[in-house]
DNA sequence: CGCGCTATTGAGAGAGCTCAATGTGCGTGG
DNA sequence: CCACGCACATTGAGCTCTCTCAATAGCGCG
């Protein structure tokens, strides 16, 4: 029997958490009570905006998003990639304003979920929303290594380190199937989540495909071999805090 | 009439979130009660681990702490720099696993706080959670200003932005006198924090010295135009989220 | 068929790095 | 009170990674 659409998208959440820490029956069915809002977004389309105050906050269930800050002359630094079982603009439940933006990097569906949900149920649900805090700090996590890789590794480690990245958190929302995965990325945005220009980004990328690591067409992306990529990126994915917790 | 030492030392903590939010009677009772074991570290002395998995974790009463990571050949990030009234490592109590270093940048006061204390309370007083879930949401919108900062911002300009940042978190706190506050870096930390080379720091802060912008010496900084740096930083102190919320 | 977006390539320039030497200030011990 | 050691700061010179500018190529779609 098929569920109704709002319960297949909140099941989206469900699985996420529950990769991560033990849900009750009862957080499972709280979960499945948040009234949603699916809405589609097209590919580089912004959702909520730097300097606003949003009263909802969105799930992803597919496609990806991301966030990013503009700064002087049309400078764009790209702050994060989400894909589906993420709720990217959570912070804004407790920061008022939105400090960036955050926009479709594909064509995206998401579910919006209203704050005041979001309250009632991490005041009445402790351990639910010990999970939403976790998950916001894992965020947190992913921003510390991204950190790290902008001041300190080049561009052909850094490259390497995100694709190693995404490559593990897909993995652990299923998708990925014979090591490759959807990549929605252009070497423009890449660019910008690398802190590179495209024209270098683009030089990277040959170098990373001609010495046998990957490969990427047609916003596909495929591991060639993960072993080398990870020595090459010194990957190590502690900091993506995948291991179950309370 | 004094107060107990551990009275005083939760008070850091209230002034600090009170700054934030609206904290009722009991939720600062509350906090005056929480159990603190005060200790000093020495500059340099690391206070967590990586990889560790701590049961407590630590509030800033005096001093300054830093969170860096390390990466190959003894490249190293500095991820964040940390004032009184501050909880740096807040994530770890539901982050099981250290992913980076939290250490003492000068001599420091710090009091523990046992994760089984933080876990009562956030149990039992939801708008409390709420702060603290705040704090580290705050911790990570400045990571995201650090991410601008090292991906898309010259050395020049990306000093100016974190004397501008020091400037307003050591104001918001009352460590700022005549322009002037204690800036406990060498240069070689401030190349770590701004992902960039020691060498290369010398030159730039000599600079902004020249330029008329600040000066600093002997661990103190003093802003001289205040105007002329928010202007070079194109510093917007949204980020930080100072305005009170809930 | 042609427009618009994305990717590719070349060549020159520059911000920031590396290596290495020198300077400065301060605490310690004789 | 001076000598010494140590940590930190400063400076020079050459180098390289990444950028800028600009042109060309490929591809999907109306």
Redesign the pocket.
Known sequence: MPLHSSERTAQALITKLAGRVSLTNEDCQVLLNIPLHVREYR??EDIVHDGETPNQCCLVLDGWLFRYKLIDEG?RQILSLHVPGEIPDLQSFHLRVMDHTLAALSTATVAMIAHTDVRRITTKYPHLAGCLWRETLIDAAIFREWMTGL?R??????AAHLVCEMYVRLEAVGLVENHTFRFP???????DA?????????????AL?SDGLLT????ELTIIDWHKLVTVAQFDPTYLHLMKMG
Do not use: I
């Open positions: 590919s580089g400078k001041g590794r080049n561009a052909y480690v850094r990325l252009t070497q423009e945005s890449l660019a690398l802190g590179l220009t495209s024209v270098h980004v683009n030089r990277t990328v040959r495909k990427w067409k047609n916003r």
